[in-house]
Structures are given as C-alpha cells and as structure tokens.
C-alpha cells in the first residue's frame, strides 16, 4: 500500500473550506471509501499525487485528455495564447477556427456555439429545441447523464408511468413536469409516449452512446427508430455527445452510427482539458439564437481564447495523427486481453472507440435497469486495489475508463494483467 498521507491531510484541509472538500460529487471517493488523492501534476498517461506516487491514469479528467496530460504541443499552444491575453470578451479569430474545424469533422452541422460546459451546452439546446418547435415537452432516457441542469435532473417516477420526478433536492416538481422518462432500448415505451403526447414533444434528447451509468451501447436500429419516430412527429432528435464527439470517430457517434439528429451537443474532448461545451445544428434551427432569433443564449468566458485553441489544437492532433484509428485499436486489443483473462469469472469489459467500462456481471446491459446493484461492491475493492498498484480508474462503478494516445500497448498490457488479477481475488 503506497503512502498517502499528504493526501489525507490536504482532504482534510479542503473541508474546511469547500462543499463536501471537492468542486464535484465523485471526487470525494463516497463510492469508493478512503479520501481522494492529491494530484500534483499530470505527465502523459500518468499522473503523480503529492506523496510522489506514479499512477496509470484511466480517469482522464472524465474524458477530455485524449492526448494525455500536458501534451507538450497542446501546452504550447496555450502558453502562446495565454501571452497574448486569457480572455477578451468579444470576438477573436480562434473561435472561428474551432468552429470551422467542428464543421469539417461533422458535415451535417452548419452553425455552432461555443459555452463553458456541457451542462450548459445541454441547458442551451433544450431551450432552442423548445422555441423552435414551440412545444414544450423533453423525453430523456434513464440513465443518460446530460449535466446539472433543472430539467434534465429527473427520474420516472414509479406510480407515474413516464411523468419526471426531480432527482435533486432543489428541484421544483413544476420543473421536471414537461421531462418525460424512457427505458432505453424498448421501442414501445417510446411508441407509448408519442402516442399519447406526440404533438407536444419538442424533443428526445439521448447520449447515442450512453457513457454515465456504465456503457450502454444501444443498437443501431434503436437509434434509427428514434430517428424515425422523431421525423414522424416533427420532433427534434438531440445526440449529447458531450462523451463521445470526438472520441468515438472523428464525427462522434453520428458518423460511428451514421445516423443525423437535429442538434448535437459537445463538451469533454472537444475542449482538450480546458472549460469548453458547444452545440451546433442546421442554420433553420441556429438562427433561432440571439442575436440573430429570440432564444436568449450568453457567456461572459464562452469562446475564450485559451480553450479555443486547446480544443483546436487537440482536433488538429488527433486529426494529423490519425489517432481515431489507434486508439481503438489498442483499446480493442487491451480490452480483449482482460476478457480472455476474464472468461471464467462474472465479469466483462465494454468497448467502444476508446471507452471502456469493467461490467461486473455477466449478461452485458443496455438499459441502466440491468445493472447488477452488487457492482458497487466490487467495484469498491478494485479501485482500492488497483489505486495501490498505481492504476487511477474513475471512482465509481458507473463510470467509465479512457485510453489517450499517451497510454501505450506496454502501459496498456501491464494494466490488463493488474485489473484481471485483482478482479480474480476480489470475484
Ligand atoms: C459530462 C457530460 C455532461 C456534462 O458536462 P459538464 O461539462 O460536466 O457540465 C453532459 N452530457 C454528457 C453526455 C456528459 O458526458
């Protein structure tokens, strides 16, 4: 067991003075138990905490450091950007770069927005989806993730069929009314909803792969029939892809699927490790924004010079290197080495692009209702295990792992043969 008492006492230090110690719930390890780890400073896939322990990083800030910590171009690039000024509060050319770089990789958009979060990415495009349809009515999916807003923070009540019942305390119920709950995967529900509200549906709002309640990878003709059901009643189909633009494919899910939803959201990957979220659509639908249309949308940091050329920076990489196509390889063959290693045990690694999640049972779940409530557990004493062996995953059995281009096949086998021989004690 490494040392980490510095950690221990800076935690302690932190709740003193912040909410819990952490700026964001997962941190503070509840899920997990032991306090969190104090990270001095990251180096490509590793990070160092402040007791000077090494650890393989799988967590990737939750996903934006595709090209691992610090990337030396990446770093640059700020730095020069940072001489010229951190924020000027009106316009500069570097948003339009980024913009123009989302359009090449995402044909079907043609106008964007740029915002600090993928919350607020989220928060946005529920308001634009609603103006432009003048209906009111969301249908989300449990178990998609779409930030913090309001509207978003609903579960299906029990007794309610489908009605959305606030999940946060600070919610009024009047808030969540007009959020619909589905099952993912189950075309019926779906029918069920249309059928009965289907001219006040102003949109379904999925992650088209689902990456914040394990990795629940839906089918192709799911994601075409919302597609088509959407079409039918002239809804808009919004794809968060907050987790997987830019990660999964050059173009997200919408190219990994090939599928085109009205709007899609951005944030993670697309921002490099820096403050970024983006939205974008058709020019019918964009045009709805202020200036240009009556949806009021502002941000005093939106598009801030610093996070547009790290994000721009981190395309241009990916893009130059074409490290889509490594990285799912080596994901596909790290995560093919832990099943084989895996095969007699009830356990089992999902993939897709370089996403990975440790499935703690073994019937593979595409609904957030299929997972094993026996996984936290478990999963508890993985991450314990493996954080002494210098292997950071994210704190919690609901998240899921990253593979950056920094993390190579050797980083990527040792840490195979460590999760697979810690799941076998602990299984
Ligand atoms: C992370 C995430 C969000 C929220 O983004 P923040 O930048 O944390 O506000 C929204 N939707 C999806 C799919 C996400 O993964």
């Given at each position: 067991m490494n040392q980490r008492d510095k950690s221990q006492a800076l935690f302690e230090r932190a709740l003193q003075s912040l909410s819990g110690g952490v700026n964001s719930p997962v941190r503070a390890f509840k899920a997990v138990g032991g306090t969190p780890i104090y990270i001095e400073r990251g180096e490509g896939a590793f990070v160092y905490d402040v007791d000077g322990n090494r650890y393989l990083d799988f967590c990737c800030s939750w996903g934006p450091l595709i090209l691992g910590h610090a990337h030396?171009?990446?770093?640059?690039?700020?730095?020069?950007?940072?001489?010229r000024g951190t924020s000027f509060g009106t316009v500069?050319?570097?948003?339009?770069?980024?913009?123009?770089?989302?359009?090449q990789l995402n044909p079907f958009i043609e106008k964007l927005r740029f915002v600090s979060s993928g919350t607020e990415a989220v928060m946005s495009?529920?308001?634009?989806?609603?103006?432009?349809?003048?209906?009111?009515?969301?249908?989300?999916?449990?178990?998609?993730?779409?930030?913090?807003?309001?509207?978003?923070?609903?579960?299906?009540?029990?007794g309610l069929a489908t009605l959305g019942i606030p999940t946060s305390a600070g919610v009024p119920e009047d808030f969540t009314k007009h959020t619909l709950i589905a099952p993912l995967d189950d075309t019926e529900a779906i029918e069920k909803i249309f059928n009965e509200y289907g001219s006040q549906i102003a949109a379904v709002i999925i992650e088209p792969i689902p990456a914040n309640n394990g990795l629940l990878i839906q089918t192709k003709e799911y994601l075409q029939f919302l597609r088509e059901i959407t079409t039918k009643h002239n809804s808009?189909?919004?794809f968060d892809e907050v987790i997987s633009g830019f990660r999964v494919a050059p173009g997200g899910a919408v190219q990994y699927y090939d599928i085109i939803p009205d709007i899609c959201t951005y944030g993670k990957v697309v921002g490099g490790g820096l403050p970024v979220g983006a939205f974008g659509s058709r020019a019918e639908i964009m045009s709805k924004l202020a200036p240009e249309g009556p949806v009021y949308q502002a941000g005093t940091l939106s598009g801030n010079p610093l996070a547009m050329t790290c994000g721009l920076k981190t395309l241009e990489y990916l893009e130059k290197h074409n490290s889509w196509e490594i990285l799912t390889?080596?994901?596909?063959?790290f995560v093919a080495d832990l099943n084989r290693q895996l095969a007699d045990f009830p356990a089992q690694v999902v993939t897709v692009g370089s996403i990975f999640w440790i499935c703690l049972q073994k019937n593979i779940p595409r609904r957030a209702e299929e997972i094993s409530s026996n996984s936290t557990k478990i999963y508890a004493k993985l991450f314990r295990q493996l954080l002494a062996e210098g292997i950071y995953l994210a704190p919690s059995a609901y998240e899921v792992g990253f593979v950056s281009t920094a993390h190579t096949q050797d980083n990527l086998k040792s840490a195979a043969d460590k999760i697979a021989a810690a799941l076998k004690k602990i299984l």
């Open positions: 030396p171009e990446v770093v640059e690039a700020i730095s020069k950007a940072a001489e500069h050319e570097s948003e339009i770069l980024l913009a123009e770089k989302i359009k495009v529920i308001r634009l989806a609603r103006a432009f349809t003048a209906r009111e009515k969301i249908v989300k999916f449990s178990g998609c993730y779409h930030g913090h807003s309001d509207y978003l923070l609903a579960a299906a009540g029990s808009l189909l919004i390889k080596n994901t596909a063959e």
